[in-house]
């Protein structure tokens, strides 16, 4: 099948031809003709399967009819995360190189000032994530009763983010004769109930299984003691690794991705950080940084990483085994995209056992050891245990390390790395605290109700640990400069 078979527009042909795509993938071929149709879409079905295009595509076509109005938006694509609506957008520039279309980004962490202009300016796309949509629509600057299509992407990854309420709220507030478009990897028992309740007859297409591991990564575990020692192995696997490019690291808590991140860059590593807590200008800072080549490696937690496309990742570490299995497979998945191999090396302490039998059954086969299995793994070792060694004592790899304070280990690194824009990781002490993503925006501060309203939500596996208590160990310079009292004059109080 080809792409001029499904019924798409010349322009939005000419601009997929421009991509250099030539043949469909299996949702794209099964969705995009019942889509161009108006019919609603359930399509069981995760990233990297071309979904993005799936719905890009159709809409495009049919907002090549009309004009939108301003405040009200023609069509919503609602995404879990920040990176995933940035994703979209991009998608909706590539494919809609030849429409004069206005596409509106409503998400959390930048300034309300641009996004109510866009909206204002009359939105053909707008693309939110749930919480600033309400924001957005509580405060009056928005109508809903324009949407033609409506777009629930990632429904899965709502869930597990506490956003089902928020979007059953929004698929109440459009109009009852929009046409749906519902994406998720998986279909748990209280997704199955939103589609039944919101989609109209749809067209359900399925694509691979999220269970399925693809044939092209090399998995392995390799058995290590508690996180001094994890991170002396993972320096060891990176420095010694085959075929290396670049590596996304997994931790299942953010506290561990700041104290990851920054142990890394102690070490002289290039490495860039991506979790939940970070304030968007960082994130989007490391996700480019990564993207284009200028940090080699990415520390990230499961929410920030999910659903992202970053093709091409030679090797993806799980620094800690995560405990829901599914993750296990979202996380490998981010290497041995497009036809490419790639390595999946897990890290697992004593404790973690059951998980990987979780793992093993979820995939259905075992997953190799590299080197001792946990049965033979020798007892925690002295160095490790305690203080981090500094410096890598085996050889540098050039382009992951860097110069600096790991003098050691990064003899040899090359320089270039150096240079480059390193994005800014938050301290660990702040990724404790669940409200620093809106603290770091002055404008947050000021008015909480622009944060993504995260608080009332359950938190998937990013933990924070302990709550930190007043200003955790933060004191601001100021409160510690000894004050000068002046004597009072005769007669004053
Ligand atoms: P997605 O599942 O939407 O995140 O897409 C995964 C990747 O596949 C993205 O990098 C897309 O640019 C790419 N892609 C989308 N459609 C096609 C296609 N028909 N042929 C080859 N690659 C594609």
Known sequence: MKFDELGLSQKVLTAVEASGYTTPTPIQAEAIPPALQGRDILGIAQTGTGKTAAFTLPMLCRLEQGRARARMPRTLILEPTRELAAQVEEAFIKYGANHKLNVALLIGGVSFGDQEAKIMRGADVLIATPGRLLDFFDRGKLLLTGIEILVIDEADRMLDMGFIPDIERVCKLVPFTRQTLFFSATMPPEITRLTEAFLHNPVRVEVARAATTAALIRQAMVASHGHAEKRDTLRNLIRSAENFKNAIIFCNRKRDVAILHRSLEKHGFSVGALHGDMDQMARMASLDAFKNGSVALLVCSDVAARGLDIPDVSHVFNFDVPTHSEDYVHRIGRTGR?????????????????????????????????????????????????????????????GVERGGRGRSSAGSAAPAREAAPKARAPRASESGRPDAAVAESPRAARTPVYAERRDRRPRAQEDDGPPVIGMGDHVPSFMLRPVVFKPAKVGEE
């Open 338 to 398: 497009a036809g490419r191999s790639g390595v999946a090396i897990t890290l697992v302490t004593p404790e973690d056992k059951k998980y990987v039998e979780q793992i093993e059954s979820l995939i259905g086969k075992e997953v190799d050891w590299e080197g001792p299995g946990l049965s033979e793994l020798p007892p925690p070792s002295e160095s490790s245990s305690g203080h981090e060694r500094r410096g890598g004592e085996r050889g540098a790899r050039r």
